[in-house]
């Protein structure tokens, strides 16, 4: 099958009148099928925004995505087909669950929507709560308060996955969840992702748990994308200095090799005023004149890795960019 | 982004533990339970039922007929041979006219608050669901009438339609309408905002059925509660609309027209002139211990 | 080398008592902590690490009743009046909280706050107290230090917000300092960014420092001794080092295995079955027992004893994966 590709770009600030926060700005990505992309970043820096905006649970100010070679929209798919298409899994097991639903309504809900009879719907919901691991006859009439924080989360990707998705959008699902049934939650998306043949969005914070799962990676900072590569790439070998700084943040799990030096300094800036350029130039120590003026963008570093600064860029301006100009 | 797992470590499993014990179905006969097991409520819901029942069955179980005058037993006082509680200033027996009473008095606090929380609730879901330039619509004009005082705004109302029993009915549900609303508006907001709702338009259901099936469940307990609390308002108000004249006309019985008529004979005969007053205070504050035990029962959050 | 310990606690429990329910959240806690020594309370939610923690402050809601016995500099925690208790908070013992924003006052500035603690419990002129509050924000590298006392909390980033509030704790020069999962809510930037900080000021200032946390990497990178909590009990304790690389009981065995970490990738997550347990409804025996490989037949008649389990070490087992050297209480 040559050519299954789906490819989402979006553009634009997206803002309310007063205020523009620049959540997501001019981001562009594509996934292939059977693929897991992680998106990793700070807090602020877009990932979960990215997230509403493919679910169109936001609207895009502008951009356009193209989902297995239609277009969403504009004559292609209706957002129901996309919802249908694609599914997401929330952070907060909790605040996901209607309070005052059972495990089946919940499933069932969504079925229901797409026109699936009741009695089929509850047959359905039944064998996904069998296919997250949550035996039907124990699980299928709780509530939200009856289960753990685990079986909740069960529970959203069980809805998530009953509708049939292709693609399924994990937004922080299992980091909120204590380490033990972390680990449970993670092997169970990495079964169902082959048994149901799925393509995931990986979103999440935790660089250990992104490193674990992920095929790509696309490092996001301040509402852009700012590296974008295969994980083995992305973890050994990154080209964008706010990577190399975001992992070697990363905690070592070896008291003897602790991290000595503040690799970087500072908190992310304020995305209402984004810095000029670069927006990583007020924390970055290779920062020169260029980055202040010009914007950078994603210029290729080896095989489908990319990333957007000067430093990397031949031909940029800038003073460390000199020898890879002649090189290239 | 927070992977928060850990606020309140010991709080929460301790909030939890006794709802997993007994795991047992929906989430309103929990809220029964727990408000059959507060005394207080108990006892106001057993007066309400006494009031409401007696009030319902008035016809059957009334001594005597609650028209029936006699200028020769005038104000007699409570414990007469056959009059239990005396007789009002025309010689009508004050117990039957106070069953009579209820029948009025209680639908007067009960219709409007009712009528009021399905079109208030049905405004302020609408506002909150669909926030921007609906809600404004909406909840500015709420906000106008909001800015009267309940009671003048009653007497307004009932001023302009004219006195009756219908009338004041409809003044005050009118007066009802924007406090529900707003109520009803910011409860729908934070279900709104809660990732299940989000969830659920992921699924890709239209609005109407995400509120139906999401919203609705999560926001009738929230303005239930506070809708109880208006029916002792609504009694005390419309007892106000009757004693000004311009809710139930004589001759009928309605508690606030018996404590107008009564009112000369306060010297003459104190006990019967208060015990209308009795009846609204009995009526009001059982309406109001009660709504407030609901909601403490709701408030647990399993 | 023989200090005398900052922090003695003994046999401390704390049960969470009312009308609905008798829960036990922290039992049979034991430890000392010298002056300048770091301890982790690792554990996952409801294991009782913070509440072992507020528990020494008597930082607990009302209806929580302590047993067992907490000395703080020599003095008894849990016999003192609430205004007994005042002197202790601050000078003694300090705390820092997950959330800054909370643990701050809104209406006030860094500087005030600071400041107003400096006065009410050393007595100095504010001016001296508001000099020294500036100081505090310059030793927690807080940039341009002279305008940032007259912020308020919210005017202050994330990462400033925390600093402020270890400024905040170390105004009264505590002995020992109480951080209840200070990083957590942090980016991991800046979070690496205050670990590094309040390592390098534990040791300047040589307190005795108890964290809480439920990220083993961050007990990795500060802690000198580690106790691993379980269901309100300790059930491993030792040098990080050391319990890091060869656990003993079978809960920080499984804890460390089922942790994402760099070359797991492609692998199946070996991963502790079930879920941590209710607290109202715990095992006879071993709390853990129920999700444990390693189960006997005597891990279910009662609470096992911890037991010396090499040098400096102790696991709540029966059956360690370290070999008991020799049987303590």
Known sequence: MEGLRKYFPLRGPLGNVNAHVQAVDGVSFHVAKGETLGIVGESGCGKSTTARLLMRLIDPDAGNMVLDGDPIGHGGLTLRELRRTMQMVFQDSYASLNPRHTATEEITFGLRVHGIGRSEAREQARSALRLVGLEPDMFADRYPHEMSGGQRQRVNIARGIALNPRVLILDESVSALDKSVQAQVLNLLIDLKERLNLTYLFISHDLNVVHHVSDRVLVMYLGKVVEVGPVERIYQAAAHPYTRALFASRLSMDPRQRVDAVPLVGDPPNPVRPPSGCRFRTRCEMAEAVCAAVEPILSEQGALHEAACHAVTPNSGHSRAGGLAHAA | ?302 | ?329
């Open chain 3, 1 to 329: 080398m023989q200090r005398d310990p900052i922090v003695e606690v003994e046999d401390l429990s704390v049960r969470f008592v009312n009308r609905d329910i008798d829960l036990s959240v922290v039992s049979g806690v034991s430890f000392s902590l010298a002056a300048g020594e770091v301890l982790c309370l690792l554990g996952e939610s409801g294991s009782g690490k913070s509440v072992t923690m507020r528990a020494l402050l008597r930082l607990l809601p009302p209806h929580a009743q302590i047993t067992g016995r907490i000395r703080l500099a020599g003095r008894d925690v849990i016999g003192m009046s609430e205004r007994q208790l005042e002197s202790v908070r601050g000078p003694v013992g300090a705390m820092i909280f997950q959330e800054p924003m909370t643990a701050l006052d809104p209406v006030f500035t860094i500087g005030t706050q600071i400041a107003e603690t400096i006065v009410s419990h050393e007595g100095v002129s504010y001016t001296d107290a508001r000099k020294r509050a500036l100081e505090l924000l310059e030793m927690v590298q807080i940039p341009s230090a002279e305008r940032r006392l007259n912020a308020y909390p919210h005017e202050l980033s994330g990462g400033l917000r925390q600093r402020a509030m270890i400024a905040l704790a170390l105004s009264c020069r505590p002995a020992l300092l109480l951080a209840d999962e200070p990083t957590t809510a942090l980016d991991a930037t800046v979070q690496i960014q205050i670990l590094l900080l309040l390592r390098s000021l534990q040791r300047e200032l040589g307190m005795a420092t108890i964290f809480v946390t439920h990220d083993i990497g961050v007990a990795c990178e500060v802690a000198d001794r580690i106790s691993v909590m379980y269901a309100g009990r300790f059930v491993e304790t030792g040098p990080v080092g050391d319990v890091i690389a060869r656990p003993s009981h079978p809960y920080t065995a499984g804890l460390l295995q089922s942790t994402v970490h760099a070359g797991s990738r492609g692998q199946r997550l070996p991963s502790i079955p079930g879920a941590p347990p209710d607290l109202a409804d715990l095992p006879n025996g071993c709390s853990f027992s129920p999700r444990c490989s390693r189960r006997l037949a005597a891990c279910d008649t009662s609470v096992p004893p911890l037991v010396g389990v090499g040098e400096d070490r102790m696991a709540r087992c029966v059956n360690p994966l370290l070999v008991a050297e020799t049987v303590l209480a």
């Open chain 2, 1 to 302: 982004m927070s992977a928060a797992a850990e606020a309140a470590p010991a709080a929460r499993p301790a909030a939890n533990a006794p709802g997993r014990r007994r795991r047992t179905g929906g989430f309103w006969q929990r809220v029964g339970r727990q408000v059959l097991r507060d005394k207080v409520a108990l006892v106001c819901a057993v007066v309400l039922a006494l009031i409401a029942l007696s009030a319902i069955f008035a016809p059957w179980i009334a001594p005597a007929d609650p028209y029936k005058t006699s200028m020769l037993r005038r104000l007699l006082p409570p414990l007469s041979p056959n009059f239990i509680l005396g007789t009002d200033e025309l010689g009508r027996d004050m117990l039957t006219r106070l069953l009579y009473g209820g029948r009025v008095s209680l639908s007067m606090g009960i219709a409007p608050v009712l009528f009021a929380t399905i079109l208030g609730g049905a405004l302020g879901i609408t506002a909150g669901y669909f926030g921007k330039a609906v809600n404004m619509a909406i909840m500015r004009v709420v906000d106008v009438f909001y800015a009267f005082p309940s009671v003048l705004l009653a007497v307004a109302m009932a001023g302009v339609l004219g006195a009756g029993i219908f009338n004041s009915l409809i003044s005050l549900t009118l007066v009802f309408i924007p406090p529900i609303t707003r109520v009803a508006e910011s409860v729908t907001t934070q279900v709104r905002n809660q990732d299940y709702v989000e969830a659920a338009r992921a699924t890709g259901a239209s609005s109407v059925r995400i509120i139906l099936q999401h919203v609705l469940a999560n926001v009738t307990g929230p303005i239930l509660t506070y809708a109880s609390s208006l029916v002792s308002i609504a009694i005390i108000i419309s007892s106000g609309l009757s004693f000004l004249g311009l809710g139930a006309a004589p001759p009928i019985a309605d508690w606030g027209l018996m404590l107008n008529t009564l009112r000369q004979a306060i010297y003459v005969a104190p006990i019967n002139a208060v015990l209308p007053g009795v009846m609204i205070f009995a009526a009001s504050v059982s309406f109001n211990l009660l709504s407030d035990s609901l909601r403490t029962a709701m408030d647990v959050r399993a």
